[in-house]
């Protein structure tokens, strides 16, 4: 069965710096790989995807994330992170096979950002 | 163009009661996913809809549950003789296509909480 494992429930960290949030995936069949943000008491936005061509995707506010197919990893990176940055974070795959829009997701990791 | 809208964005019911969850997709947008986010987890997807069918209810409780997206109107979760394990927060997505590459937009969620 296709799973989704966001490997750290909580991650705290400082503010201006870097952070690293893990995701990681199970599935024979290729995936669409999506990284969703969701702050207290809001619904989930769109963060980045990845479906086709380079394997680093970027946002406009300075997250990235990386496609490693041998890995079957997509991490979440932001080199210097804000106090606007706390929220909850949440991994997702879609099966392409399945040609909805149906999606996976992880458990999530709350990003904790401190002065 | 307004977001996808859900109502109510809070909803208490006593044990046995039926809780009405309503969704509004974005302006042309006929494909609605409900997912269930039950506290300290990611969000399970239970149903997908298209305007007057469902298309796959594969993470839908096979009792009290149920759903619909009429041809007009929003679309409906309903959930009969609710119990303390029904009480969760409940998210509705849109998208204009059914295919895994198109980007879902999600509505803040309503949260029931079954007393």
């Known amino acids: 069965a296709q799973s989704v494992t966001q490997l750290d429930s909580q991650v705290p960290v400082f503010e201006e710096a870097p952070v690293e949030l893990r995701c990681n995936y199970s599935?024979?069949?290729?995936?669409?790989l999506f990284w969703y943000v969701q702050y207290p008491n809001q619904g989930l936005q769109l963060l980045l995807k990845y479906l086709s061509g380079s394997t680093l995707v970027e946002s406009i506010n300075g997250f990235e994330a990386e496609f490693n197919k041998s890995q079957t990893s997509f991490h979440l990176r932001k080199p210097s992170v804000h106090i606007s940055d706390t929220a909850e974070y949440f991994c997702?795959?879609?099966?392409?096979?399945?040609?909805?829009?149906?999606?996976?997701f992880g458990q999530g990791t709350t990003l904790q950002v401190k002065p | 163009n307004a977001g996808v809208m859900q109502n109510p964005r809070h909803l208490v019911r006593r044990r046995g009661q039926e809780a009405r969850l309503r969704c509004s997709p974005m302006?042309?947008?006929?494909?609605v996913y409900w997912y269930r986010q039950l506290p300290e987890e990611g969000l399970k997807f239970m149903v997908y809809?298209?305007?007057?069918?469902?298309?796959?209810e594969s993470g839908m409780p096979k009792e009290r549950f149920s759903a619909e997206f009429p041809k007009e109107g929003p679309s409906i979760l309903r959930i009969q003789q609710v119990v303390r394990g029904d009480s969760a927060a409940y998210f509705c997505?849109?998208?204009?296509?059914?295919?895994?590459?198109?980007?879902?937009?999600f509505g803040q969620g309503t949260r029931l909480t079954v007393v």
């Open positions: 599935s024979s069949v290729s995936v669409y």
């Open positions: 809809l298209q305007k007057e069918n469902i298309i796959d």
């Open positions: 997505a849109s998208s204009p296509r059914k295919t895994a590459d198109t980007e879902a937009f």
């Open positions: 302006k042309g947008h006929s494909h």
């Open positions: 997702a795959v879609n099966l392409g096979s399945s040609n909805t829009g149906k999606l996976i």
